[in-house]
């Protein structure tokens, strides 16, 4: 038996997807540029694509552009939209440490070519309180960047209220919601935000596909210079199957988003009060409103890498939010941001279920994980 609990890294392909992309594949290879036949079937299937991109996060399909991905859409609405406020003398970023590398490292690179930048430190519950930003935002700032859902504690940001300060203070306001779309109804005008990050293999799609949303009127430069495809904003030709298979994945998870949401939250609350219950020394991280699918649970004196590794030699796929660098590991810079200990955040797991969980699975989990635990506390006991 294999489990895989690990959806936020990545979900595997809709079938009905994959038979739509060998399908575009193979009969829609024009080039979506060319003036024939087969170019104009390509653009069409792209379009189809665009809108129902669209339609799951509440823009127009002529404000979404498709990009290589989750990472790309990051680079191109900061960057981008950095490059153009710079023009109005506009030099200061904002964003929150709890980000994905893909926004942290853009701003921390843009911190090393004149930008003045600003990362801020959220509160225990993994939100970042509005009032930290108002006390930020400057007449320099010219764009707040701050995720809709955090990948590593499914956390979900106050983002009408954060967006808002951002636009009165004049500046661009950017979510990643690489991690919200699918999981969570999203309703980008509502939200109030200018630029919008998602990516497809986060909701049943293929990889190497994501889109940026950007609010009409906004004004944002290509990062990448080539031809003038997706309205100038960025060029290549389209990777037409991605995106096709990126449409039928949006469909799909606008029609699933109501009950998959409420059958995994059940899941997922099941999981962790089976957990707290049957595990002793364990607390959950993050606190306020979740994604419904992501639960991440410390487990007091055991390495969460070593818990992994047992983990899955028992056939069940989770992850921890560590890094490892020069062959150590670094504790997780969400739950340092959080104010985590370094001892718990390097005792901490991420369980994200997914479309194919079920109760079988979790039913199993529970019945592992408590031997799976006291072995690694016996191991470490011995070893102090
Ligand atoms: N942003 C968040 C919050 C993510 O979780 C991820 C993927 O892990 C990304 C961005 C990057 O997306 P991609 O893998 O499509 O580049």
């Known amino acids: 038996m294999r489990i895989y609990f690990d959806h936020n890294a990545t979900t595997p392909l809709d079938p009905e997807v994959a038979d739509a992309m060998l399908a575009a594949g193979l009969e829609t290879f024009g080039n979506p540029s060319s003036v024939h036949h087969f170019g104009q079937r390509a653009k069409t299937a792209i379009d189809e694509a665009r809108s129902a991109v669209a339609a799951l996060v509440g823009g127009e399909p002529s404000e979404v552009v498709f990009t290589s991905g989750g990472t790309e859409s990051d680079n ?40 003045t930048t600003t990362v801020l430190g959220v509160a225990a519950s993994g939100i970042l309180p509005p009032d930290r930003l108002r006390e930020a935002l400057t007449p320099e700032t010219a764009m707040v960047s701050v995720m809709h859902a955090n990948n590593e504690v499914g956390t979900i940001q106050p983002i009408a209220e954060l967006a808002a300060l951002a636009r009165a203070a004049g500046a661009l306001f950017h979510t990643d919601a690489v991690q919200s779309a699918g999981k969570i109804p999203i309703d980008v005008r509502g939200l109030g935000v200018d630029l919008a990050s998602f990516s497809a293999h986060k909701l049943y799609g293929p990889k190497g596909v994501g889109a940026l949303w950007i609010r009409r009127g906004v004004r944002l430069l290509p990062v990448l210079s080539g031809g003038r495809q997706e309205r100038n904003r960025r060029p290549g030709t389209e990777n037409v199957p991605g995106i096709v298979g990126f449409g039928v994945a949006a469909r799909l998870a606008a029609q699933r988003l109501d009950d998959m949401g409420a059958r995994l939250a059940a899941l997922r609350d099941r999981l962790e009060a089976g957990v707290l219950a049957l595990v002793p020394r364990t607390a959950v991280n993050g ?62 797991i991420r369980f994200s279920l997914g479309a194919g969980s079920t109760d079988g699975e979790v039913d199993h989990l529970l019945e592992v994980l408590p031997g799976a635990v006291a072995r690694l506390r016996a191991l470490t006991d011995r070893t102090r």
């Open 76 to 115: 191109l609405a900061i960057r981008g939209g950095a490059m153009a406020a710079a023009a109005a003398g506009r030099r200061h970023l904002v964003t929150a440490g709890i980000e994905h590398e893909a926004v942290l490292n853009t701003v921390t690179a843009l911190g090393k070519h004149g930008w």
């Open 287 to 348: 606190a306020g409103p979740r994604v419904p699918n992501t639960t991440n649970i410390s487990v007091a004196g055991v390495e969460a890498e070593s818990l992994l590794i047992a983990l899955d030699l028992e056939g069940i796929a989770v992850s921890t939010g560590s890094a490892c660098s020069s062959g150590t590991l670094e504790p997780s810079h969400v739950l340092k941001a959080m104010g985590l200990s370094n001892d718990r955040s390097q005792s901490s």
